[in-house]
Nanobody
Framework: QVRLAESGGASVQAGGSLRLVCEVSRSTDSFALVGWFRQAPGKQREGVAVMDTRSGGIGYGDSVKGRFTISRDNAKMTVYLQMNSLKPDDSAMYYC????????????????????WGQGTQVTVSS
């Protein structure tokens, strides 16, 4: 059974930084895609950052480009999301997700394209 566990969420002031951590119960190489998503109250879940574990290709949501960075440490079975220059609009529950098989070219940022999910970690950014 696959388990993903997020941590690192906190309350910070605008302009601050956080690093989210997703611990996976098996090697991240066993997934084609790993990524981070977020959902604010009353809004749909949206893709933040995704990575193709085979090619190293990375995609970001438009609202976080240049501020957030996804990375992974396969030896530690961990995926990270470094978030800099945080804004109040970044406040949301952040979820780690993974997909087992992927044969496309364009990295999907839609939550419906991912099979495995963690429980989430809350990020709150105050102005």
């Amino acid at each position: 059974q696959v388990r993903l566990a997020e941590s690192g969420g906190a309350s910070v002031q605008a302009g601050g930084s956080l690093r989210l951590v997703c611990e996976v119960s098996r090697s991240t190489d066993s997934f084609a895609l790993v990524g981070w998503f977020r959902q604010a109250p009353g809004k749909q879940r949206e893709g933040v950052a995704v990575m193709d574990t085979r090619s190293g290709g990375i995609g970001y949501g438009d609202s976080v480009k240049g501020r957030f960075t996804i990375s992974r440490d396969n030896a530690k079975m961990t995926v990270y999301l470094q978030m800099n220059s945080l804004k109040p609009d970044d406040s949301a529950m952040y979820y780690c997700a993974a997909r087992g098989v992927f044969h496309g070219v364009r990295l999907p940022l839609s939550p419906s394209d991912y099979n495995y999910w963690g429980q989430g970690t809350q990020v709150t950014v105050s102005s």
